[in-house]
């Protein structure tokens, strides 16, 4: 299984980015997907997942401004992150799994994650 992750990069507070996830060597619309996040010194969070049917759970923090969707047919996942904040700055993640969570236990399919700086 192969995940790779794109769509990062520097954005002012207030502004807007699209992640993007593609995902090979698996069966995609069998896998639940998720977004985690790490920031430096602190551990890797989830963020949003998106289930087979397209149910969606997502973190506190981020309710009401990120958005996961996914495309079965480009075997892809999105992350629409609106409002983005100073404090969302870190490392992006996708991963594939069969349990749907964010629990970072429950998936062992990660990308290599792409960089969201947003600056105050």
């Known amino acids: 299984v192969q995940v790779m992750e794109s769509g990062g990069g520097l954005v002012q507070a207030g502004g807007s980015l699209r992640l993007s996830c593609t995902a090979s060597g698996l069966i995609f619309e069998n896998y639940h997907l998720s977004w985690f996040r790490q920031a430096p010194g602190k551990e890797r969070e989830g963020v949003a997942a998106?289930?087979?049917?397209?149910?969606?759970i997502y973190a506190d923090s981020v309710k009401g401004r990120f958005t996961i969707s996914r495309d079965n047919t480009k075997n892809t996942v999105y992350l629409q992150m609106n409002s983005l904040e100073p404090e969302d700055t870190a490392l992006y993640y996708c991963?594939?799994?069969?349990?749907?969570?964010?629990?970072?236990?429950?998936?062992?399919?990660w990308g290599q994650g792409t960089q969201v700086t947003v600056s105050s």
């Open positions: 998106i289930d087979t049917s397209g149910g969606t």
């Open positions: 991963a594939a799994g069969r349990v749907f969570s964010l629990r970072l236990g429950y998936y062992n399919n």
